[in-house]
């Protein structure tokens, strides 16, 4: 199912903007007007070219009409509808056992024109199965491969529609279920609440940077990091119904918005972080600690809330026996995760927010690297300056507090709380730090569907990190992302072969940062910085996160919202960018005079040589020491490979030289400049 996303065609809910009696009037037009200006009507091609400007400019590249859900201009439409999710959880783990046992009420609300006679639910924890589909499509010797869990384990299913709870049977699909209902659950505002018994073991096997939970043993004791840790619904959209696309690993989530309240049963001595508002700390802090809370809450300084001294003390825990439960809420949220664990220092600092709100920045980590140089002890204060820049750049964080909890993962984020690799430090901690903590705008706010356009939400997220590039003092590069220099990208253009519009599940997973990170970031900041400007760009961006917040967009949605704000027609990028693996080479093929002569002004050839195009930025360096930038837009190139144009020169030329800041990611850079002969 994944394959046919590649096809633009067949998901773009969009206008048929192509006519034959348009092409038609296009064409004599083009005629008449070349024939009147006495320009000859041939394309001036190169036939050594790999260019075709008809790939490029290809008037088919979205075709279909815009929908009552999804306007045209790439807003939601009047119709619009998104169905709900509220959660009511209460779980207990069983840390003898690595066993987590729980109950899951879903409120489910059918806001869609169709009546539902089937759910589905996600039962992601059968990922761990060792027959899995996740586990049956990563080749030997890949320690995705390893999976060792029994996945979850279904006790009851039970639905409350109208006045009756009755038993429901279901049909478990991998890593989906599907609830058979007994009479359908209708359209426009249906409601029911189904409440499912389950367990699971918590994984403890590490699979590189794709784990995305488990269970970590420190010298002192376990951490717990749980995530997808109850059964999920699974997205009804307008797009394609059920999203039952299988989880496989690689690929991420896509899921509907609403509240949820949940507990956690834990021994006496653990500590929990999780998504959303702590509701019951009377009864599990200390007196002691919930005034260093209430004093984290106003201080810009990082306070420890549990110091590295207080691990392990009885003194340090409300109880000293038996089981404490947390109790958690948090609003309008797509998911919640949580960790917990007896070896825990717990940091906190406040969050300065616009509007004078604030929020509170945390961080979580065994006491063992509490004494680590530049490390985890910093967490929280990175979090509050990161959180900081993206809500005055964005839109404000929305939710009261922010966690970073050290596990054995290369990062991965959810609703308020993210895991992250517990080796890290200094500008690495930093830079994994605002990565994670970046997702909050994409996919948290901005819902996208990451299952299939992982670019949603990793190549923005890595986009907004290289805006975020100087907020510390030591100035590091938050994204690995140089926007100076396109040097980073041209290898990623030689290299790969896939498309970044791909399922993350159907390229090599050590592809996946190269296509779905790297060169869609790199696209964004090309539109920022290159092909339109700034103040553009980021307008028209700023309302794509407004427009799309708490909903789900698709690309065609993101690709016509630029189009319409900013006043230009980029299809020719979207395609070329995301849905090829073309490369791009501009080079300067001849330079002369009018009438031989220098004063008269010179004349410069161009080609474009590979199939990708730009638009050109050209310095003509004089020997008088006069230096002339010219500036040409892409439809230079609508009709063929070479451009020939004049500029005003007043000495001899002493060198050409095309993309002289080294923006563009040219594959070729040896053709780039012209020097006149000695
Ligand atoms: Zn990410």
Redesign the pocket.
Known sequence: MPKMFTKPVLNAPRGNRVTYAGLFLFFITAVLLAACEGKPAAMTMDNNSHYDPRQVFDLQFMQNNSTPERSASGVPGPAYWQNRADYKITAKLDETQNLLKGRVEISYTNNSPDDLRYLWVQLYQNIYRSDSRAALTVPYGNPRADRITDGVQIYAVSAFQGTTLEKISYYVNDTNMRIDLTKPLIKHGGRIRLTIDYSFAVSSVYYGPWTRMGVMNTKDGPIFAISHWYPRMMVYDDVHGWNTVPYRGIGEFFLDYGDFDYTIEVPWNYIVVGTGALINRDAVLTREEISRLDEAARSDKTIHIVASSDVGQTGARPVSNGQLTWHFRAHNVRDVAWAASPVFVLDAVKIRLPDNKSALAMAAYPRDIANVPDGWSYAADDIKQEIEFFSKQFTPYPYPTATAVAMPLG?M?YPAIVFLYVNLHGNLLSRFLA??IG?TWFPMIVGSNEHLYTWM??GF?TFINSQAFDIFNHGINLSGLNTNSADYITDVLNKEKFPIMTAADDIPEEVVYNLE?KKAAYGLSLLRNYILDQDNFDHAFKDYIAKWAYRHPTPYDFFRLINNETGEDLDWFWKEWFFENWKLDQTVTDVRYVDNDPKKGGIITIMNNDRMVMPVVVAVHESGGKTTIIKLPVEIWADGNTWKFKVNTSSKIRSVVIDPDNLLPDVDRTNNAWNAPP
């Open positions: 990062g984020e990565h994670e997702h939400d990793e997220d990170y």
